[in-house]
């Protein structure tokens, strides 16, 4: 069983920067497709960036050119740097992870919160 943990949330006006973090727990961690998804009140969640175990990555369009995904095996960790932030990245953020490199992820955070102030 993984455990995630996300931290790094808050509030910030626009055009300012976070770096969300993701500490897992409960497996082993440089096998695991990681991925950030994120849920606006009233909205679906969606997908925000993954990072493959192999260190691959890719972005939603929304996000890509201002977000970087990374990950530190050694630590456990993932993490995204979100610059360049707009109001409409206001959302709750959660940390994913799944043993596939394809298909629904298994295991997810509590979320944390960003908010963007314009």
């Known amino acids: 069983q993984v455990q995630l943990e996300e931290s790094g949330g808050g509030l910030v006006q626009a055009g300012g920067s976070l770096r969300l973090s993701c500490a897992a727990s409960g497996g082993t961690f440089s096998s695991l497709d990681m991925g950030w998804f994120r849920q606006a009140p009233g909205k679906e969640r969606e997908f925000v960036s993954r990072?493959?175990?192999?260190?691959?990555?890719d972005y939603a369009t929304s996000v890509k050119g201002r977000f970087t995904i990374s990950r530190d095996n050694a630590k456990n960790m993932l993490n995204l740097q979100m610059n360049s932030l707009k109001p409409e990245d206001t959302a709750v953020y959660y940390c994913?992870?799944?043993?596939?490199?394809?298909?629904?992820?298994?295991?997810w955070g509590q979320g944390t919160q960003v908010t963007v102030s314009s």
């Open positions: 994913a992870a799944r043993r596939a490199s394809v298909g629904q992820y298994d295991y």
């Open positions: 990072i493959s175990w192999l260190g691959t990555s």
